[in-house]
């Protein structure tokens, strides 16, 4: 009986060694194949994360992995979207672009300013109805104001910079402002921008006007 039991331990640590052996083959005839074998993607491909030093508002890029520190306030990694509710007020990620393309607008002698950010949808309705009003019709109106389900302003997503006085400084921040994920849009509108790509991207091509902007992202919910 004993003897059997020891057999059968030999047995058993041979089995073991014979299938680490071949498991350590089968790494190495890999890696001689140029496969990559699985490991953290994140730590070999990290995704480029822009954070804003919250006193001297200065950008720094780091990854998603390590993060923002602290003292920092995050630009954030994508374009920034809408949610499922339309909120009370302007997207807080994108004040934080917008503060941070400020104060690198001021260092170049340039001002820029929000003249309109944040609009209700009760708002944009009357903006539209007003446009309609003075251009005729709703195809003609929609090409200088979004109509109200099609606006990105109601979902906190859209700001209109230095309008109507000053494009100087927003000529800035349309040459600028893909550092900091800020894009103008629209050929007809100098003075409005949204948050469409991930700071540090680039920003695409202009749309004419704002009948067009279900191409530049899906339209929101209603
Ligand atoms: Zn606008």
Redesign the pocket.
């Known amino acids: 009986m004993r003897k059997g039991g020891v057999l059968i331990g030999f047995f058993l640590l041979f089995s073991l060694l014979i299938g680490v052996s071949q498991d350590s083959q089968k790494t190495y005839l890999l890696k001689g194949a140029g496969v990559s074998l699985p490991n953290n993607s994140e730590d070999e491909f990290p995704i480029p994360l822009s954070c804003m030093n919250k006193i001297t508002f200065e950008v720094r890029v780091t990854n998603t992995v390590k993060d923002c520190v602290a003292t920092e306030l995050s630009l954030g990694a994508t374009e920034i979207k809408h949610g499922l509710n339309y909120p009370t007020k302007i997207n807080s990620q994108l004040m934080v672009r917008f503060a941070a393309a400020r104060a690198a607008a001021e260092k170049d002698g340039q001002r820029i300013y929000i003249a309109?950010g944040f609009r209700t949808l009760e708002r944009q309705k009357y903006l539209f109805a007003t446009a309609v009003k003075k251009y005729g019709s709703e195809a003609e109106a929609a090409k200088w104001v979004a109509p109200p389900y099609v606006s990105h302003?109601p979902w906190g997503l859209?700001i209109?910079v230095n309008y109507p006085d000053e494009p100087i400084g927003a000529g800035w921040l349309e040459i600028n402002g893909a550092k900091f994920g800020l894009c103008r849009v629209y050929e007809n509108?100098w003075w409005?921008f949204e948050p469409v790509i991930a700071p540090g991207g680039t920003c695409p091509p202009l749309l004419a006007d704002a009948t067009l902007t279900s191409q530049l992202q899906p339209a929101p919910v209603k």
């Open positions: 309109s302003h859209a209109d509108e409005h």
